[in-house]
């Protein structure tokens, strides 16, 4: 059975945040690109996948989150990037996926949904808010 987990960021991921997501993961892991490059998939040693991650999808419309999710999450402002991140059953694989997830939310603001609740970013201003400022 899979763990799902869903970032709700605050800003759109740059190739920068998808990296550090990728790196904080494992960098260890294998990274590969399938379905037409629209899911990412963390691998371990043996080439099978850990974890799916999903492109992000702009939500623009106030209430979307919680009917997609069916269920409350609090506020959400939108707009909002839905990152979905899909672990497999395998050992590690889960805190692979909440690893990603929490670098996401961490660098962009944000919420986590998981089927055990939702969290908020560690850090309440994004790690980027402040680049191209000198």
Same mark, same amino acid.
């Given at each position: 059975? /899979?763990?799902?987990? +869903?970032?709700?960021?605050?800003? %759109?991921?740059?190739?920068?945040? @998808?990296l =550090?997501?990728?790196?904080? =993961?494992?960098?260890?892991l $294998?990274?590969? !690109? +399938?379905?037409? $490059? =629209? &899911? @990412?998939?963390?691998?371990g040693?043996?080439?099978?996948?850990? @974890?799916?991650?999903?492109?992000?999808?702009?939500?623009? &419309?106030?209430?979307?989150?919680?009917?997609m999710?069916?269920?409350?999450?609090? @506020?959400?402002?939108?707009? =909002?990037?839905? &990152?979905?991140? %899909? !672990?497999?059953?395998?050992? $590690?694989? %889960?805190? &692979?996926?909440?690893?990603?997830a929490t670098?996401?939310?961490? %660098?962009?603001? $944000?919420?986590?949904?998981?089927?055990?609740?939702?969290?908020?970013?560690?850090?309440?201003?994004?790690?980027?808010?402040?680049?191209? /400022?000198?």
């Amino acid at each position: 059975m /899979t763990y799902d987990l +869903v970032a709700l960021v605050d800003g %759109r991921p740059s190739s920068d945040d @998808v990296l =550090a997501g990728l790196s904080a =993961a494992g960098e260890e892991l $294998g990274v590969r !690109a +399938v379905s037409g $490059g =629209a &899911v @990412v998939q963390l691998c371990g040693e043996d080439n099978l996948p850990l @974890v799916s991650i999903e492109l992000p999808l702009l939500i623009q &419309v106030p209430g979307e989150v919680e009917r997609m999710l069916g269920t409350t999450v609090g @506020v959400v402002d939108t707009p =909002a990037w839905w &990152v979905e991140i %899909r !672990a497999t059953a395998r050992d $590690g694989a %889960r805190e &692979v996926a909440e690893q990603y997830a929490t670098t996401l939310i961490n %660098r962009l603001g $944000g919420k986590v949904w998981t089927s055990d609740g939702v969290r908020t970013a560690q850090h309440e201003t994004p790690q980027n808010a402040s680049e191209g /400022t000198d």
